[in-house]
């Protein structure tokens, strides 16, 4: 014991103590960050494929019901994580040049679109309904023509909506398609003994 301890406190010993403490250390920080970069990367993946069911959504509605009644924005809080982080750029090139067009363009297009035909939608639904309430009292008071802007800015904003929508879930479809951690995670030894292979029904 006491050789072993003159050994490990000799100048020899304390050096070879350092090195084994800082490759270990190297090699815990590599892991931990390579598990890091995977779960982001599978986030990433859960946020193009809800934003892809939001766009089908948005498509089936005006086949479904002939109009749009409510809507959901699309997210890119994911995505923005991933530019602070940098994860987001061990993607491949040719993956990260569609990523970044649709969640820099695309996303905020289509955000703003509903965004504004909404507004539109809300200010000429109330004007109707002011128009209504007023009828109350005045019983002679025609609403015919607030009834028909209703009507036509509803299957306006159906119509326009569904269209947009249409193209946008193909474009994510087509990314998704190309893009699957997931699945990468499953075929890697490595991945899947730190992380297990246990994955949500949109991640298949």
Same mark, same amino acid.
Request: aromatic share 10%.
């Given at each position: 014991?006491?050789?072993?301890?003159?050994?490990?406190?000799?100048?020899?010993?304390?050096?070879?103590?350092?090195?084994?403490?800082?490759?270990?250390?190297?090699?815990?920080?590599?892991?931990?960050?390579?598990?890091?970069?995977?779960?982001?990367?599978?986030?990433?993946?859960?946020?193009?494929?809800?934003?892809?069911? &939001?766009?089908?959504? =948005?498509?089936?509605?005006?086949?479904?019901?002939? /109009?749009?009644?409510?809507? @959901?924005? +699309? *997210?890119?809080?994911?995505?923005?994580?991933?530019?602070?982080?940098?994860?987001?750029?061990?993607?491949?090139?040719?993956?990260?040049?569609?990523?970044?067009?649709?969640?820099?363009?695309?996303?905020?297009?289509?955000?703003?679109?509903?965004?504004?035909?909404?507004?539109?939608?809300?200010?000429?639904?109330?004007?109707?309904?002011?128009?209504?309430?007023?009828?109350?009292?005045?019983?002679?008071?025609?609403?015919?023509?607030?009834? &028909?802007?209703?009507? =036509?800015?509803?299957?306006?904003?159906?119509?326009? /909506?569904?269209?947009?929508? @249409?193209? +946008? *879930?193909?474009?994510?479809?087509?990314?998704?398609?190309?893009?699957?951690?997931?699945?990468?995670?499953?075929?890697?030894?490595?991945?899947?003994?730190?992380?297990?292979?246990?994955?949500?029904?949109?991640?298949?």
């Amino acid at each position: 014991m006491k050789t072993f301890l003159r050994k490990l406190f000799s100048r020899t010993g304390i050096i070879a103590t350092l090195f084994i403490g800082t490759v270990i250390g190297i090699s815990v920080f590599k892991i931990e960050d390579s598990i890091k970069r995977q779960r982001y990367l599978e986030l990433l993946q859960l946020e193009i494929r809800s934003n892809y069911l &939001t766009a089908v959504d =948005i498509s089936n509605k005006k086949s479904n019901q002939g /109009l749009i009644d409510n809507y @959901e924005v +699309f *997210s890119s809080d994911v995505f923005k994580s991933g530019l602070a982080s940098g994860y987001i750029l061990t993607i491949p090139q040719d993956l990260l040049a569609r990523m970044y067009a649709i969640y820099t363009v695309g996303v905020p297009r289509m955000n703003n679109t509903i965004d504004h035909q909404t507004a539109l939608m809300e200010q000429i639904a109330y004007e109707w309904e002011l128009c209504i309430l007023d009828q109350s009292t005045n019983p002679d008071l025609s609403c015919t023509e607030e009834e &028909t802007h209703r009507k =036509i800015a509803e299957g306006a904003y159906s119509d326009l /909506l569904a269209y947009v929508g @249409e193209g +946008f *879930s193909k474009e994510l479809q087509s990314l998704s398609d190309n893009f699957n951690p997931t699945q990468d995670r499953l075929n890697s030894p490595f991945l899947s003994l730190f992380m297990g292979r246990e994955t949500l029904g949109i991640q298949k």
